[in-house]
């Protein structure tokens, strides 16, 4: 059985359909990219994985190691292990970022009956992680995303998925706003993080990415359904041939 | 949308848990208000005739008002006419009050406080804690009144003062809010029964935190205090007040007055948790507070700082002011004020800037969620004479939901053409993008909501004693931002 297994997914935002039959399956320690152009559903499919209300789920079933993800509240399938770095980052003034992960890594330890991490243990944590992400320490005393770049930004949802160690996470459009070298140093980050015990979905509009992040499997979706799926290069000849390439070939299935 | 609506909800239906009764034989007068009443509890009190005449004249300037219909009507709160004849003006425990020691105190009321989480038995109180308790009418308790006497301190219950210290009350008493101040102070100067009072001597610094807990008990009884603390030449005092009131369905009406006077070189820092019954979810019942506090800088280089945390009360009318007359003084005003279901806030401050090289600061927090309505209400005034004076203004509102209103009134007068003038406003909603990225890290949506709500409020927050900040954000129900950061 897959970690994440999609069958038939309908989606609907503002009565407008948006994922029309949708199949994905991703087992435990694979890496999956989704590709697509803009308005082909990519980030509506993140944000129905990240259980965001506000996209109605007409037809389908979602599992996350065997449970029915449709059923599960955001926090639910956060602390289920789920994780979303996300396109746009949001601010929370007034409150230190270190605090706000803390609180986070304590909710979900709480989920699974382990003790709290208190703050002496919890700082060497942060620490090391910051390193990792070539971040300066000094943005975890910072409110959360206010005043950061957007390279600090999305260097920062990579560091809280390093905190958190999720099973599966979903990096949204990362790539997007990134200079090459904090596209470099994500990517790093990212790749460390990769274990037989986590799986991995990157969505993105770029092959660039991919160039340091190489998948094992690459998917196009084109108008709400995947319409090609195959290994890394995949990527490389969508750069080369265009969506539109992708688009006019026969659907054929996702690999098991 | 319907994440942002169930937060609401579950913010609305917390219980107030302040709210019980505690059955003890209370000495209440008859309803109504006149003369004989004034008289009555002027004599209750045994109080020196000087007291008697201040209230008697207070109390025909009040009659007075009421006869011209001169009840204020301009804050944005509505609520119905109080029946100023159906209330009760005195409310003792059975008991005497001014007892010698904490054993002599009914033991219902010692639980009581420990219920509110207010131990009165010294050795249970955190050390650097002073507390005098009132409940209805009468101060029940004060601590640590030795300790405090050995730095030279005076902190007893107003009552205690007017006998042990009249000459300090005499002196002090309506100097900064006159019984001619405005109607509800009136009322006040009237038929107040006890309070506290503070006196801090010349060069000394108050050894600890002095705090007073009011507690409203009985039905129908209106609460009427009033506080007097006077800093002398370079003293220095840190006093803080909380209050909480049963559940009722019926309105009660608090009408509060603070004097602070701080004189040469001399500081005070106020702080308040008002956390009164604010009323159920469809508005019925909660106290109305009608509240007029005001300090004077009346020496050079002297400072008043008031913080505020004010999530009860059905209707709250409250300006802590600061009137700078002193060369150099400083005034500050921090506040969070949070209205809930059909809580309605009018609350800000006064600067008065008289002296030259003044200084003030105003920090304002308003939340608002249910169908709260909520008002900032300043005045920043610079006199002809207040060279070089200075006022900077931040003023932030918070809204929950679509049903709740924040509003906004600051007024500013300049007559000197030296001043500088900063003012910051913001409005913002807790939204959906934002509880949702904290959802998705784990946080349940209510914890999301709160700790939106904590950061929005950090810095006023920050100007709490440690005690109080601790309480205050429990209170909007926060996890404390930890030592991390």
């Keep these: 059985m897959g970690l994440l297994e999609i069958e038939n997914l309908h989606v609907t935002v503002d009565n407008h359909e948006i994922l029309k039959g949708l199949d994905l399956k991703v087992n435990l320690g694979e890496v999956h990219s989704i590709m697509g152009p803009n308005g082909s559903g990519k980030s509506t499919l993140a944000q129905v994985l990240a259980r965001r209300e506000s996209y109605e789920v007409t037809e389908g079933k979602i599992t996350l190691d065997g449970k029915?993800?449709?059923?599960?509240?955001?926090?639910?399938?956060?602390?289920?292990?789920?994780?979303m770095a996300f396109q746009y980052p949001v601010e929370v003034p007034g409150i230190t970022n270190a605090y706000f992960l803390r609180s986070a890594l304590n909710a979900i330890r709480k989920y699974r009956g382990q003790d709290e991490m208190d703050a002496m243990d919890f700082i060497p944590l942060i620490r090391e992680k910051a390193k990792l992400f070539e971040m300066d320490e000094k943005l975890m005393n910072r409110s959360v995303n206010e005043a950061f770049s957007g390279g600090e930004k999305k260097r920062n949802e990579i560091l809280q998925m390093a905190v958190l160690q999720p099973r599966l996470a979903i990096l949204d459009e990362t790539d997007s706003g990134l200079d090459i070298d904090a596209l470099r140093i994500v990517a790093n980050g990212v790749n460390a993080m990769r274990s037989p015990d986590r799986s991995m979905i990157?969505?993105?509009?770029?092959?660039?990415?991919?160039?340091?992040?190489?998948?094992?499997y690459v998917h196009v979706l084109v108008d709400g359904r995947i319409v090609r799926s195959g290994g890394a290069d995949l990527a490389l000849e969508l750069e080369s041939k265009g969506y539109g390439w992708a688009e006019s070939e026969e659907r054929s299935a996702a690999p098991a | 949308m319907s994440s942002s609506v169930t937060a609401i909800r579950e913010l609305a239906e917390r219980e107030y848990k302040w709210g019980f009764v505690t059955d003890i034989?209370?000495?209440?007068?008859?309803?109504?208000?006149?003369?004989?009443?004034?008289?009555?509890?002027?004599?209750?009190?045994?109080e020196p005739e000087f007291m008697l005449e201040w209230r008697l004249k207070a109390y025909r300037h009040w009659a007075s008002l009421q006869q011209a219909d001169a009840e204020p009507k301009w804050a944005n709160i509505k609520y119905p006419p109080i029946n100023y004849q159906d209330i009760v003006y005195y409310s003792a425990p059975q008991k005497k009050p001014g007892l010698k020691s904490l054993d002599e105190v009914d033991p219902e009321i010692l639980r009581t406080y420990e219920k509110l989480g207010i131990p009165l038995e010294e050795r249970k109180r955190l050390a650097g804690v002073?507390?005098?308790?009132?409940?209805?009418?009468?101060?029940?308790?004060?601590?640590?009144?030795?300790?405090?006497?050995?730095?030279?301190?005076?902190?007893?219950?107003?009552?205690?003062a007017v006998q042990k210290h009249p000459d300090l009350v005499q002196k002090y008493l309506g100097s900064?809010?006159?019984?001619?101040?405005?109607?509800?102070?009136?009322?006040?100067?009237?038929?107040?029964?006890?309070?506290?009072?503070?006196?801090?001597?010349?060069?000394?610094?108050?050894?600890?935190?002095?705090?007073?807990?009011?507690r409203i008990n009985a039905a129908e009884t209106g609460q009427f205090e009033r506080t007097l603390i006077v800093a002398d030449e370079g003293a220095y005092v840190s006093y803080l007040e909380g209050c909480t009131a049963p559940i009722r369905d019926q309105n009660q009406l608090h009408a509060a007055v603070v004097e602070l006077i701080a004189l040469d070189d001399a500081q005070i820092k106020y702080s308040t948790v008002q956390n009164w019954y604010p009323g159920d979810k469809e508005g019925r019942g909660g106290i109305y507070n009608f509240v007029t506090k005001r300090g004077k800088c009346a020496g050079v280089n002297s400072k008043i700082s008031w913080t505020q945390v004010e999530t009860g009360s059905a209707i709250t009318w409250k300006y802590p002011s600061c009137i700078l007359q002193g060369d150099n003084s400083v005034g500050?005003?921090?506040?969070?004020?949070?209205?809930?279901?059909?809580?309605?806030?009018?609350?800000?401050?006064?600067?008065?800037?008289?002296?030259?090289?003044?200084r003030s600061t105003i920090v304002s927090k308003g939340i608002s969620a249910g169908h709260g309505q909520n008002t900032y209400r300043g005045g920043v005034k610079i006199l002809k004479g207040a060279t070089?004076?200075?006022?900077?203004?931040?003023?932030?509102?918070?809204?929950?939901?679509?049903?709740?209103?924040?509003?906004?009134?600051?007024?500013?007068?300049?007559?000197?053409?030296?001043?500088?003038?900063?003012?910051?406003?913001?409005?913002?909603?807790?939204?959906?993008?934002?509880?949702?990225?904290?959802?998705?890290?784990?946080?349940k949506t209510e914890d999301a909501v709160s700790m939106i709500v904590n950061g929005f409020c950090k810095r006023v927050f920050r100007e709490l004693p440690m005690e109080f900040a601790v309480e205050a954000q429990k209170l909007l129900s926060v996890s404390l931002e930890g030592s991390v950061g």
Aim: with cysteine; charged share 20%; aromatic share 12%.
């Design chain 2, 388 to 443: 070089a004076a200075r006022n900077y203004t931040q003023c932030d509102s918070l809204l929950i939901g679509d049903k709740c209103g924040a509003h906004t009134f600051p007024y500013i007068e300049v007559r000197n053409s030296t001043a500088r003038m900063e003012h910051e406003a913001s409005t913002s909603k807790i939204g959906d993008d934002q509880l949702f990225y904290l959802r998705q890290r784990g946080l």
């Design chain 2, 332 to 358: 500050e005003f921090y506040s969070v004020a949070l209205t809930n279901n059909y809580q309605q806030a009018d609350t800000g401050t006064k600067m008065i800037h008289i002296g030259k090289n003044t």
């Design chain 2, 25 to 46: 034989e209370a000495e209440s007068i008859p309803k109504g208000l006149s003369e004989d009443v004034i008289r009555l509890i002027s004599a209750k009190k045994h």
């Design chain 2, 130 to 160: 002073a507390v005098d308790a009132v409940f209805d009418s009468v101060s029940v308790a004060t601590t640590f009144k030795e300790k405090l006497a050995e730095a030279g301190v005076i902190f007893c219950s107003f009552s205690e």
């Design chain 1, 202 to 216: 990157i969505v993105t509009h770029y092959q660039r990415l991919l160039n340091y992040i190489v998948p094992d």
């Design chain 2, 176 to 214: 900064v809010v006159p019984y001619t101040d405005n109607f509800f102070a009136s009322l006040n100067a009237a038929v107040f029964s006890d309070g506290s009072f503070v006196y801090v001597p010349k060069g000394v610094r108050c050894p600890m935190e002095l705090s007073t807990y009011f």
């Design chain 1, 68 to 83: 029915n993800l449709l059923e599960m509240k955001p926090e639910e399938a956060a602390c289920e292990g789920l994780f």
